[in-house]
């Protein structure tokens, strides 16, 4: 049974940063991109950042780009994502993702390109 268990969030204070950490079980990592997708109050799911099974291509949503970096250790099957200089609006349940894909380079930025999901973790950004 696939599992992927987000962690690492909490409440922090606008321009700070944090580290959220995606802890997969039932499967290899090294399978499979991984993504990360945030929703905020009110607001649709939306696209983060994610990058590729092999070849270490990377995408990022243009409001992020620059702040949030995506790490993979496949050593141990988990994905981080750092975030720098966090915004009020950066507030949203941040869900990792993973997707089997058929191709190996690809990064999806669909929701429904995505073959299992985490339970979220909530960031708060405070002013």
């Known amino acids: 049974q696939v599992q992927l268990v987000e962690s690492g969030g909490g409440l922090v204070q606008a321009e700070g940063s944090l580290r959220l950490s995606c802890a997969a079980s039932?499967?290899?990592?090294?399978?499979?991109?991984m993504g990360w997708f945030r929703q905020g109050p009110g607001k649709e799911r939306e696209f983060v950042g994610a990058?590729?099974?092999?070849?270490?291509?990377?995408k990022y949503a243009e409001s992020v780009k620059g702040r949030f970096t995506i790490a993979r250790d496949d050593a141990k099957n988990t994905v981080y994502m750092k975030r720098n200089s966090l915004k009020k609006e950066d507030t949203a349940v941040y869900y990792c993702?993973?997707?089997?894909?058929?191709?190996?380079?690809?990064?999806?930025?669909?929701?429904?390109?995505?073959?299992?999901w985490g339970q979220g973790t909530q960031v708060t950004v405070s002013s």
């Open positions: 039932g499967l290899t990592s090294s399978n499979y991109a």
């Open positions: 993702a993973a997707d089997r894909g058929r191709s190996p380079w690809r990064v999806a930025t669909q929701p429904s390109e995505y073959d299992a």
């Open positions: 990058n590729s099974r092999i070849g270490g291509i990377t």
